[in-house]
């Protein structure tokens, strides 16, 4: 399996950010990561699809979407027939807030932005029309200061939208993901030491000394996921990172990832994905470049 390439900004040391507008009339940017963090606005793109990490989504006439450091991702023409699709793609490093400013109380929601970012978010059109006078204002302005502070106030308004969802499974995208409960990072430790295994939830109930029928509602409530959509998108993650990293056949990739047969693997990730295993693959194959 080749490898996925490696792009190199143009942000440099000197820069907060780099935001370069662009329309074009197709999408021929091969799949790709790099380390900056990026925020990525498309429009006139009907038809487009994204591919970040594990997710592949077709796109509506707009797209917004903010990505962490190294996570894979590209837009691609599939059914779009736009021939003037607007791009501003921003690229900032991680850098620009130490941990202690995104320690600071104000800089909470922020902080909790660029955390969730490390899977990707893709943004609702609640939330692209309440921060879409402000990109267009940034895209207008001439760099220095006070461009700076326009493009912090668009990190702090969609750092407040609750209009989005993310994208890659934290398996695949390596994201390290730190709950606010001592208890469910226990759970979360076992369940990725042994997602190849049958997990009982009243072993998971065990480790944190409460009965499976509590244990459910406080996961629930801790990660607005129950249990075992938990233990499937972890097992999805590893799947779809085997799929994209190897050449191992798809029915031993459903059994080494805790799936008990290959009929259920492919219905779930066909589910999950909106491709089966072999599409999924596939997909990923077209978009390698060996560099």
């Known amino acids: 399996m080749s490898e996925i390439i490696t792009e190199i900004t143009r942000l440099t040391e000197k820069d907060c950010y780099h935001l370069v507008e662009r329309h074009k009339k197709q999408h021929t940017y091969p799949l790709h990561h790099h380390h900056e963090m990026e925020i990525n606005f498309v429009e006139n793109c009907q038809g487009n699809r994204r591919i970040i990490g594990d997710n592949i989504e ?5 797209d917004l ?16 027939t736009s021939d003037d699709i607007r791009e501003i793609t921003i690229h900032f490093s991680h850098e620009l807030f130490s941990d202690d400013l995104l320690g600071k109380t104000h800089m909470q929601s922020i902080a909790e932005l660029l955390k969730r970012s490390e899977q990707g978010i893709a943004f609702g059109m ?4 309440h921060v879409y006078d402000r990109i267009n204002e940034l895209v207008n302005m001439e760099p220095g200061f006070y461009s700076l502070i326009k493009f912090m106030e668009l990190l702090y308004e969609l750092s407040l939208c609750d209009d989005y969802h993310l994208l890659a499974t934290s398996s695949f995208s390596h994201a390290n993901i730190t709950p606010d409960s001592r208890r469910v990072q226990k759970v979360k430790e076992y369940i990725d030491g042994h997602f190849r295994e049958e997990i009982h939830l009243q072993d998971l109930a065990d480790i944190v000394s409460m009965t499976p029928t509590a244990f459910s509602r406080f996961f629930k409530l801790r990660t607005s996921k129950n249990i075992s959509e938990y233990i499937i998108d972890v097992r999805l993650g590893y799947a779809a990172r085997l799929l994209v990293d190897s ?3 798809i029915v031993e990739i459903c059994y080494r990832c805790g799936f008990n047969n290959i009929s259920n693997f492919n219905r779930i990730f066909k589910k999950k994905r909106g491709c089966t295993p072999t599409e999924f693959r596939e997909n990923y194959q077209k978009k390698h470049i060996i560099v």
């Open 247 to 249: 050449t191992m056949a």
């Open 58 to 62: 077709v796109l509506g006439n707009y």
């Open 65 to 80: 979407a903010l990505l962490g450091c190294d996570l894979e991702h590209t837009w691609e023409q599939y059914e779009c």
């Open 126 to 129: 609640k939330a692209i029309m």
